[in-house]
């Protein structure tokens, strides 16, 4: 296998983990499931790659492949069954920026997004990201009024979370 | 809405508190084996192709078999025979042929969607393989009963017993039943078997898959 190839996706991926990070967290419990799934999704993300060598829309593909990894590809291993809560460390919110009722507020939010189920995180997901409908709708796969209806649903689905 | 702008907000702005891999554990990573549910299914496909090759086959390693064939069904039948095991050759060819253009098909920068059904369609190609092979085990089945009764001397003295004693109808309905039965009882234990291995891997696939499919009604 080419090294320069190699050299040139890591490097990229090192600067860019971020991203592949927050799919993890939204998709698994506990750390372990969550370094699973980063694994899973590097693999996916380095096969695809040559496909895309000197194309910058390789940044949007980023967003697919880690979608497609955590939402259909993944198998839940045993290990993620185990449910050991780890948001408050991954969502540390800083109380010295905010005030107590935006961090409760914050804190409630990160929760129901992550009671959403897989499609609808992942709507959540690329719209957090400041993704227009129409990135959506091409990700997915549907239609742009269908993701706008969507998200809708899904903005109606959290508000009675946060307020049964 | 106020609180997912709210959240948005925060989203875009933490950064410090996600995991931070260094190059060299990255690096590793790309020599991991991926455990997909896509490679899972290849395994399986390959299991399930070796598995329905080697089961027709058989009887062409199985000497014995082959002689008690010739003998039960006589020459007239090598026929049936040559033309069964031709078809399913080509089958075979023409079903991997397809599985594996299905598989090349299946691309993580599709959109979600897309992969998805990719991943059904192939999944539908074994499941065919799987019928073809349940319907031919089911004609051959039933083709072996019929040539015992018409050409096997034992069978065929048993059947002239039978009617002797007045009780042919009874013995058609039990043997019948056995026949109806067997069958049964095969379908029965492979699709059970199929119902849990794809119904394990593919499960939350298809729950997305449909609500996918829901959003375009």
Known sequence: ?164 | MDELELLKKDWQRKREDLPKLSYDEIYRMLWKKSSSIVKWMFYISLIELAFWILLSALPFFWKNIQKTFNETYGNGDEIFFIVTTGLSILIVLIFIYYLFTSYKAISTVDSVKKLMESILRTRRIVRYYVAYNLIMAIIITLHTFYSLFTHDEKTIKLLDTVKDNGSEMRFWLVSGLIVLVGIGFMVGIIWLFYRLVYGILLKRLNKNYKELKRLEV
């Open chain 1, 1 to 164: 296998m080419n090294k320069d190839l190699e050299h040139q996706f890591v490097t990229e991926l090192e600067n860019n983990q971020n991203i592949v990070h927050k799919v993890c967290t939204l998709y698994t419990n506990n750390r372990d499931a969550h370094n699973d799934l980063f694994q899973e999704i590097t693999i996916q993300l380095w096969k695809a790659y040559p496909k895309f060598r000197g194309d910058s829309k390789f940044s949007t593909w980023r967003y697919r492949v880690a979608l497609n990894t955590a939402i259909t590809l993944y198998r839940k291993s045993k290990r993620s069954l185990r449910t050991q809560d780890y948001e408050s460390v991954i969502f540390k919110i800083k109380a010295n920026e905010y005030d107590a009722s935006e961090e409760a507020q914050l804190k409630l939010m990160y929760k129901a997004v992550k009671e959403l189920g897989d499609i609808d995180k992942a709507l959540v997901f690329l719209y957090l990201e400041d993704k227009n409908y129409r990135e959506i709708s091409d990700t997915l796969g549907i239609s742009e009024v269908n993701a706008r209806v969507k998200m809708n649903r899904i903005k109606t689905k959290l508000r009675t979370i946060l307020n049964p």
